[in-house]
């Protein structure tokens, strides 16, 4: 494994010195579904035409909940991402791309169980193990010509006394080691690094179907005021974002809410990759819309919504888009990022397949993949 990761650095430095500062990368995230964990018709469509159609793609990210995981049975969830990996082979298999062709991050359906965090590490051996102490393996960082990337977790598992079996719980929609993320944010810009981008399954601004988590993290039937634990949550998020606009990141690239969106929030851009087969969600939901939009019971109707908008801060009301930014752009599609990095600029391409008609988690049997978005980052 050493050699391999030896060679890897050698192979950044040669790229760097012959083909200058310019490559693209792959953001995708959520393809779990119901092919042993996996929505194996529309991942395999997107692995194949990563491959195919976009040769100078170097890797890919996937931003968690690759799989549905299981809470009950440790080897259910082995099995799921082994054959994600099988799904994903066109990828992995590619001559085109880069050691060790996918960078993972950890999905609250990956960690499930005790022992889910261990199986993630099995199943990924190959990321970089400079990450906090108790994250090896989950969180990492590393670099590529003039551009860092760092992954880290929010979702992890909370073993409490971590000799009580009992006392285990999901440590889900959470940061647990900000100081880690800014201390790598700090040392990426000594080194003189152009651009950063930052990653987790997770995303800072819930657009629709997550409203009560997310890194915010509000919980389920909000009143307000805010109690002391929702403020901490929110708190925890705030730092985060000062931290990407401090230290100039790009965009943080995410998943977990299951759609296409993509909004700039004082600067900086989060970009939300949040369906390579994971069944679609609404955004949230605006003023005089009716009812709920009618899909998964975590949607909200707009009445529901309120009290989230306002912890929130966000647009809401007659003629706003119930959004944090006014630049909010969604599309409800099965979809994956190609981000290009040249110089001192960065732009984005989005590709998608819309789902079959009636159904939310099937793409359409006469499917074409095209541009549902894109956009110049930096």
């Known amino acids: 494994m050493k050699l391999f990761k030896v060679l890897f650095l050698l192979s950044l430095f ?21 092919y042993n964990g996996v929505n194996q018709p529309v991942l395999s469509v997107f692995a194949n035409d990563i491959a195919e ?12 909940d690759m799989i549905d995981g299981n809470r009950n049975n440790p080897d ?13 082979s066109p990828i992995y298999n590619s001559p085109n791309m880069i050691w060790p062709k996918v960078w993972p991050a950890v999905g609250n359906h990956e960690i ?14 190959d990321v970089f193990a400079n990450g906090p102490a108790d994250e090896k393996g ?3 960082s590393f670099d590529y010509q003039n551009t860092n990337f760092q992954i880290f977790d929010t979702d992890r598992w ?6 009580d079996t009992t006392d285990d719980k999901p440590g889900w929609h959470t940061i647990k080691n900000m100081d880690w993320i800014e201390k790598d944010l700090a040392a990426a810009k000594a080194r003189g690094i152009k651009h950063i981008f930052t990653v987790s399954h997770e995303m800072a601004f819930p657009t629709g179907g997550h409203m009560r988590d997310g890194i915010p993290n509000l919980g389920k039937h909000l009143k307000l005021p805010l109690d002391s634990t929702q403020i901490a949550h929110l708190a925890l998020r705030d730092k985060f974002w000062n931290l990407q606009k401090k230290y100039d990141v790009d965009a943080h690239l995410c998943g977990h809410e299951h759609t296409y969106a993509r909004q700039s929030v004082d600067g900086v851009f989060e970009i939300l990759a949040g369906s390579a087969g994971a069944p679609l969600y609404y955004p949230n939901p605006k003023f005089g819309e009716k009812g709920k939009n009618n899909l998964f019971w975590h949607e909200f109707s707009y009445e529901e919504a309120i009290p989230y908008y306002k912890a929130l801060k966000y647009n809401y009301g007659p003629g706003k888009n119930s959004q944090k930014s006014k630049d909010f752009i969604t599309r409800r599609a099965f979809n994956y990022v190609i981000i290009s990095v040249d110089g001192n600029s960065a732009s984005a391409t989005t590709y998608g397949i819309y789902p079959q008609k009636n159904t939310n988690d099937k793409i359409r049997k ?10 110049k980052i930096k």
Do not use: C
């Open 366 to 375: 006469n499917y074409k993949i095209k541009v549902i978005d894109s956009f």
């Open 76 to 88: 259910k969830t082995y099995n799921e991402l082994m054959n994600w990996r099988k799904v994903m």
């Open 158 to 163: 909370d073993f409490g006394d971590i000799s």
């Open 112 to 125: 499930q169980s005790r022992f889910d965090e261990d199986i993630f590490r099995k199943v990924f051996p």
């Open 138 to 140: 989950l969180a990492y």
């Open 53 to 64: 159609n976009h040769k100078d793609v170097k890797f890919v990210i996937f931003a968690g």
């Open 14 to 34: 040669l790229t760097v010195n012959i083909l200058g500062q310019s490559f693209k990368f792959v953001i995708m995230s959520d393809s779990r579904g119901e």
